[in-house]
């Protein structure tokens, strides 16, 4: 949820519009030429597994990148200091690599057209229908939060009411992605992320120049909140009270392994990206690609929030009218001239909207594939299932306008929900990883390591740390602490359930447990794939180098 | 070979992505050469209340030199290295 204080209106002109008006147009010509090459279901939701790797890579990225991502990181800038490279280097960067190296041989060898039906495919129709049910009303749920952030910026912005921007935005995203299919949300995504670079780099630029560069800005910090503000794990000692409510172990283990790895390798809006790729290389460089920009793009979002932080003191205190998600919006503000500025407003736009196209076209593919499909009109030629995803787009965008207006009046139900949603990432993890790797896991299992790792860290964060059962310092720590407590549950629970289940027969799970292989997957790989840079391991290992390496001026 | 695995290649046989998705990189080419142009004559022509707002560095001209210098990056790229054509297998039937 964002709240934009008044007084950040922008001084936008004609020009501005005029680079707003061309980005609308490109976004929407893009879905009408993406139109022609739908022709089958498997088009429109996985754009007929045949795009290069550099398309998804950047995809993968963006589809992340959205603007509440943005805000929100720069505001934990603002708010934390330099902790929020955490959220990058060992929150998303070790999982990416996972992703790619170790999970994609199966999740793309397989053949699966989502991560609901991985589930289906190596434990049975339990795990398959929950996680389906709860991933289709989690997509509309955050796309909504998504088209309220969205308005709420707008208005703050450009003055335009709330509701005229829920509604041309929603509208939008309709159109290019039942017009065109993922091949359309894909291409905008890859747009969108340039746009969203020459919107932050000058606005970086800029702001170090205001604050008297690097060393101008670490100086006002440390005279203002100690020197640990610029350190990257100052104050994470157990024990030690610091601002993040977090210790290392929290950190790497709840953040950096359950949370992240969580949310990167079985989000399907993250994967969808990765399973449209046109070979099993080039699905395994997508999210290796991604994470190069990845480890950079934390700095044109931190160096926002640490610049707003010097020129405002008082931001996100009762002293101010300021709150941490302003950081941004009042350096385009402060700082850009008409132009400049235009292209800034255009990436944020184009990025709320990225955000909330992921969320719509992996919920229409999952809709679409793993609920209708599969329970309610089974065994139809692929034309109805084409249609019926293109007619399911549209409503999965209105039902989204709708939440986005009920976000309007009942933002903490909203915040509450996600809170909810977010715990069925964690066992979601659990479930993969020990499917994956543990050929006896039993079918029953995954159901119910799911139920018992997402019941196991509601219990924590909602009882145990809401009710003060025992005492951790913030929100943000709660969350780390939930994601341990309910990745051990989901294993413990799956342990047990196997013990007394039937094992999945072994036939059927090739091509899904480590050590088997999928029948079909012996094609040569294609030519030009063995060149030194496209090799996944070298591409791996060398992100999560350079992320260890990012860490070391910070750390000491 | 299940029958999902069927299922999705025969699919995969059908699909007319890969023989007529047109290609990105004229897109983003295209576009950034159209803001770039379009902020470097906003760099050209700035007033000094721009200038000093922007800290004395005249933003929209190299911000816009940039743009411009992507977009004919990827321009270049696509005239250097076109499309692959399809297999003929998969060459479009119109």
Redesign the interface.
Known sequence: MHYLADGLRLPTNG?DY??LA??FA?VL??GF??R????????FFL?????PAW?TGLAFVAANLGATEILGMAATGAQYGVAVVHWYWIGAIPAMVFLGLVMMPFYYG????SVP?FLL?RFDKSAHLLSSVLFAFASILIAGVNLYALSIVVEALLGWPQWVSIVVAGLFVLAYITIGGL?SAI?NE??QF?VIL?AL??LT??GL??VGGWDGLSDSLTRQHGGDFLTAWGGTGIGDPNPLGANWLTIVLGLGFVLSFGYWTTNFAEVQRALSA?NLSAAQRTPLIAAFPKIFIVFIVMIPGLVAAVLVPKIGTAGSDLTYNDAIPLLMQ???????LG?AVTGLLAAFMAGMAANVSSFNTVFTADIWAKYVVKGRP?TYYLKFGRLITAIGVLASIGTAFLAASFSNIMGYLQTLFSFFNVPMFVVFIIGMFWKRASMKSGVWGLLAGTTAAMVNYFVIYKQGVIDIPSDQGANFVSAIVGFVAGALVMVLVTLFTAPKPEA?L?GLVYGTK???MEEPPQEGDQVWYRRPALLGWGAIVLAAACYVPYSF | MSELQREVSELEARSATAARLFDIRRIIGGLFVVYGVIVTIAGITASEADLKKAQDININLWTGLAMLALGLFFLGWVWLRPTQAPTPAEAPQE
């Open positions: 020009l005029a680079i061309i980005y490109v010509g893009i030429a993406a022609r090459s739908v022709k089958t279901s498997l088009d754009s007929g597994r045949s795009l398309v397989s053949k699966v057209r039906e495919q091949s291409y890859v747009l340039f020459a780099i000058p630029i800029l120049k205001r046109k402060e700082l850009l001239p008409n132009g400049v292209i692929d059927e090739a999928s029948p079909g």
